[in-house]
């Protein structure tokens, strides 16, 4: 139950599992995984509470987030981890986390309800290196994109400023959409 895959500067990438908690390392991502040292205590999470998000930040180091209400987090680097707590907005559970270009994080949350449907935020974190992490909402979703089962997100520098992509999971349902939507940041 792949989760979570972030590209590191040597052009391998990780891979965050949930269930089976572990992050595994694949020099080519059709190749095969190699050994990589999970922080400690993510074996413990509840089984649909594992590493969801794993994002590179700008100084070469790693932020991992697991996926549980009470959230944990992890900076790390070269498979040392330092734990740090993780407070989301009530309700919502992180999903995924990206670096901005010009530093800082963000973090998607997201939340369900029979009676809602998908809600989701995008949380800015000034300094994902800090003690305590969490942010203040950058997006609410809905309104600014449709509320559907929105799951990854991306960020990058282009010619005309940070883009901020988020996409969506229909989880094979006729119900669900795959959507991606695009933020410019100014």
Not at 16 to 26: L, P
Not at 156 to 168: D, M, N, P, Q, Y
């Amino acid at each position: 139950d792949a989760e979570s895959l972030v590209r590191l500067p040597d052009g391998s990438w990780l891979v965050g599992f949930e269930r089976e908690h572990r992050i595994q390392r694949h020099l080519r991502l059709d190749g095969p995984a190699l050994p990589f040292a999970a922080p400690a205590g993510l074996a413990a999470s509840p089984a649909n509470g594992g590493l969801e998000s794993l994002a590179l930040l700008g100084d070469g180091r790693l932020l991992a987030i697991a996926e549980a209400p009470g959230t944990r987090a992890w900076i790390g680097r070269d498979g040392a981890w330092e734990e740090r707590e993780y407070r989301s907005a009530p309700g919502m559970l992180p999903v995924d986390a990206t670096a901005l270009p010009d530093g800082g994080a963000l973090v998607l949350e997201r939340d369900f309800s029979l009676l809602g449907g998908f809600v989701a935020r995008v949380a800015f974190i000034p300094d994902p290196t800090a003690a305590v992490l969490g942010g203040e909402t950058w997006l609410d979703l809905p309104p600014d994109a449709p509320g559907e089962n929105w799951e990854g997100i991306a960020a990058a520098r282009t010619r005309e400023g940070a883009l901020v992509v988020i996409v969506s999971d229909d989880n094979q349902s006729p119900f669900q959409s795959s959507l991606f939507a695009a933020f410019r940041l100014d």
